[in-house]
């Protein structure tokens, strides 16, 4: 399976590329999307499976409207309320949601601390 996730923001990309593997495609739409925008984004995108992950403020809202028409078989990642956005959001959630998403075959997980 090949994906690619779709974010706001270099910091949401460099957040989430800690945590997935390499070969992970992570686009960023650098906030508003036109016509030209969102056809580089199908043309870069191709016919991988697409993931949205965009962040829970009223921008962020906006974009995944216009991305979920753009590819309607996308599927939605959400942060939570309150974090302020992908970026700000703890490695924990993010992999949370990533596992919500069936993304754990891509997941560079932590390694476990040490029991003691």
Excluded: H, W
């Amino acid at each position: 399976m090949s994906i690619a996730i779709v974010v706001e923001g270099k910091n949401d990309k460099s957040r989430l590329k800690r945590l997935l593997k390499e070969d992970i495609l992570i686009v960023c739409t650098f906030g508003t999307l036109n016509t030209d925008k969102l056809e580089q984004l199908k043309k870069t995108i191709g016919d991988r499976d697409v993931y949205l992950f965009t962040d829970n403020d009223s921008s962020g809202k906006k974009i995944r409207g216009v991305l979920r028409d753009t590819f309607p078989d996308a599927e939605q990642i959400y942060t939570r309320r309150g974090y302020a956005g992908v970026e700000g959001t703890p490695d924990e959630y993010l992999i949370q949601q990533l596992e919500k998403a069936g993304l754990e075959e891509f997941i560079l997980y932590p390694p476990a601390e040490p029991a003691f």
